[in-house]
């Protein structure tokens, strides 16, 4: 017998029924994955072998006491630091300019956030061509003069984190614009004209409307750039593999080589537990800057 | 109508059922390599379609960055291809062993006669417990390829001596090439082609085999003076002032387009090199390095860079079999392989004599030879040693080539990480085949 559409408990089920597909895939591909890894965090598995034993928190004693973990913890930072400065900074003052521009501002948005569509490996491609020895970057650095800065910008251990991190950020800062943008269009226009009437230039009205107007939207911008950083794979591995040496190792390049290349599955999953854990850190402090918000 | 409907698609059906029963076993290959690298297999792999009615060959190629990350889950799963190659030697392939993830191919070896095609030297590299893993299939070796036209320009020759080397590189120098020798250190695995053919040569073939089957360490004073030698190189400017800021095909163009005079590869090269010079590929040629100090043997790099392996749990056993056996027993295989600039193991005449290998492909496999009687050594160290190893002589390396990495920690790490895979077995004992 069918239920009766109008009955409580059919009310009760629509709404389940309904989730159900969209759940189920998140559970197959997002839950059953994560818990899976915490799991392998504690085991030996190869990633070969049918068989693992479960060795307590020995992996984590090992990655507390791994000298190449704390280098790829510590490039992560930096790592994420430089591209919190260009997506957030840079992003910001980017969208308070387009704000001002009506003249080809589609045309420059378009290009602003063009690379954003642009799959990483290929970002990653263009990247490796124009930081070459002879690529265009030192070409361009000789044509104005400016040859001194020219360098091997891949090959020099001392700029290569940096070089990456800003490729990252040119195909992923079009999104911090956009959301900037969009919260640009919410600031009263009053304000801009009471601080005009009050004598303000440009300057003191972003210092002193745009940016407290925008406070939401920057933490917003903030934690997406910082977790959308740590989980970056692609663009440094297709690069440098982490080098030259470790250089330019982060957690996730560490993670795979010790998990899928080096057939060490039970510490490379420790490893992406850590990575877990400091994700999700930034997201809780994302939900609650949320939360204060819609207070 | 309808009754004209119904009949002809009994009769259909009726056309299609022997079609049915007599289905084609599929065996999937998987290769490693880039995409119009390894079309080899494919021409291989159609001629043996074309030669069976009961079996499929169909080849799926990876890029060898993702290959084993890709084989690894899919033979973990219980899936995965019914033929496949990897790595041989005491590092890469014992977990696989150990995990029972590939066939025992002891029985094959006997019934197909694989011992008269297959050295006993690669036979040790392939089984292990006296049972053979691998059909080390092809023979690799690595040479100094070098462009005659700009060292007729430069007035040098090629070197025999250290001496001269020296020589040749300052000229080439003066000459205005600033990357004398090509090395794409940025891609990390070329560099360990120097590595296994120098500490080769400082050690000799029994120094290699006394570490990797044996109480040697990577810290005996042979590895130590080879690696010191080859910063040595480094810091002299014989690779560049930025060899690890570039990568292996940005250097082979340039090496093809003239501007590099010279790099250390092999031969897996000069298909790409024909291509990309035409008529010029006559001014390219091979030689051997010469000896790095008095009175050093040249012992020419040989190895068998993967090898052929079998899943355990394939329902198609025979058919990958039978293919292996066309590609590397029978003559028009064996041919077509050595046209495609790959070698075969085994005796050559018969396919040599049929074959049409390219001029280059002759000059690395006679420098080769000419050295051959003096012992052979690796030349692809990190295929045959663990990941971990690997991982830590690709980064030390590196280390070597920017001098932040000094010789004794250079072969320290590795050692170390050498310690750290024999605690762990994920070192095969030494290899050979147990009497029936």
Redesign the interface.
């Given at each position: 017998m069918l239920l009766d559409p109008n009955s409580r408990l059919a009310q009760r089920l629509n709404p389940i029924l309904f989730l159900l597909p969209a759940l189920s895939i998140y559970v197959v591909f997002a839950i059953y994955p994560t818990v899976s890894v915490i799991e392998y965090s504690f085991t030996d598995w190869d990633g070969i072998s049918p068989e693992r034993s479960y060795i307590g928190l020995e992996n984590y004693r090992k990655m507390f006491s791994d000298r190449v973990f704390w280098e790829a913890f510590r490039n992560t930072f930096v790592w994420s630091g430089v591209i919190l400065v260009i997506n957030v900074g840079l992003g910001l003052v980017i969208a308070a300019m387009l704000a001002r521009v009506w003249k080809a501002r589609l045309l420059i948005q378009t290009c602003i956030v063009l690379p954003v569509v642009i799959s990483p490996m290929a970002v990653a491609t263009i990247w490796r061509w124009m930081y070459q020895p002879n690529g265009v970057i030192n070409q361009l650095l000789d044509g104005i003069g400016l040859g001194a800065l020219a360098r091997p910008w891949l090959g020099d251990p001392s700029v290569v984190l940096y070089a990456l991190a800003f490729a990252h950020s040119w195909s992923t800062i079009g999104l911090s614009v956009i959301i900037f943008l969009a919260g640009l269009q919410a600031v009263d226009e009053d304000l801009y004209e009471a601080s005009r009437v009050d004598g303000a230039t440009p300057l003191q009205q972003f210092r002193y409307v745009t940016m407290p107007a925008l406070r939401p939207v920057t933490a917003v911008v903030f934690i997406l750039t910082l977790t959308q950083s740590f989980k970056v794979f692609d663009i440094v591995w297709a690069t440098t593999q982490g080098g030259p040496i470790r250089f330019s190792e982060i957690l996730s390049t560490y993670m795979y080589k010790r998990g899928a290349l080096e057939n060490d599955y039970g510490y490379g999953s420790a490893i992406g537990v850590a990575l877990l854990v400091i994700v999700s850190i930034a997201t809780i402090i994302y939900l609650r800057l949320q939360n204060r918000k819609d207070q | 109508m309808r009754n004209f409907f119904g009949t002809a698609t009994a009769v259909g059906l009726l056309w299609c059922m022997p079609a049915i029963a007599q289905a084609q076993s599929e065996v999937i290959v998987w290769v490693a390599g880039e995409p119009g690298q390894t079309t080899i297999y494919d021409e291989l792999a159609e001629a043996f379609n074309a030669s069976q009615s009961d079996a499929t060959i169909t080849v799926v190629k990876n890029s060898s960055d993702l290959f084993?990350?890709a084989l690894?889950?899919a033979?973990?799963a219980g899936e995965g291809p019914d033929l496949f190659t990897f790595g041989t030697g005491p590092g890469q392939p014992a977990?696989?062993i150990?995990?029972?993830?590939v066939a025992d191919l002891t029985d094959a070896y006997r019934e197909h006669g694989w011992a008269d095609t297959i050295p006993e030297g690669i036979i040790v590299q392939t089984s292990s417990d006296g049972k053979l893993w691998a059909f080390g299939n092809e023979v690799e070796t690595t040479g100094m390829f070098y462009n005659q036209a700009i060292f007729d320009e430069a007035g040098v020759s090629v070197p025999t001596t250290w001496a001269e080397m020296e020589a040749v590189v300052s000229a080439l120098q003066a000459a205005g090439y600033d990357t004398p020798i090509g090395l794409a250190?940025?891609d990390?695995w070329p560099v360990s082609h120097w590595q296994s053919m120098m500490f080769g040569r400082y050690a000799g073939p029994e120094g290699i085999e006394n570490v990797l089957f044996g109480d040697g360490e990577w810290t005996d004073a042979p590895f130590v003076a080879a690696s010191a030698k080859l910063q040595q190189m480094g810091q002299a400017g014989w690779f560049g002032?930025?060899?690890?800021?570039?990568?292996y095909g940005?250097l082979m163009d340039s090496f093809w387009a003239g501007d590099v005079p010279m790099t250390f590869t092999g031969p897996w090269v000069i298909g790409g090199g024909i291509q990309a010079t035409g008529d010029r590929i006559s001014d390219y040629s091979v030689f051997a390095v010469p000896p790095f100090e008095e009175g050093q043997a040249i012992h020419p790099t040989n190895s068998i860079g993967s090898g052929w392996y079998v899943r355990e749990g394939s329902e198609v056993k025979e058919h990958a079999i039978a293919f292996l056996n066309s590609m590397f027993l029978e003559t028009e295989g064996r041919v077509a392989l050595l046209n495609a600039g790959t070698i075969p193991v085994g005796p050559l005449e018969d396919a040599l004599a049929q074959a049409d290998l390219s001029p280059l492909a002759q000059d690395i496999w006679k420098t080769s030879d000419d050295h051959a009687g003096n012992g052979t050594v690796p030349a692809f160290l990190d295929t045959i040693t663990?990941?971990?190893l690997?991982?830590v002589s690709?980064?030390?390396l590196?280390?070597l080539l920017?001098n932040?990495?000094t010789p004794e920690e250079f072969t320290a790490e590795m050692q170390s990480a050498w310690a750290e895979a024999k605690e762990a077995g994920e070192i095969m004992l030494p290899g050979g085949i147990a009497d029936e």
């Open positions: - | 084993n990350p690894i889950p033979l973990s977990a696989l150990a995990g029972g993830l250190a940025a990390k002032p930025t060899p690890v800021a570039i990568g940005e663990p990941g971990g690997t991982t690709y980064d030390g590196q280390g920017l932040v990495m």
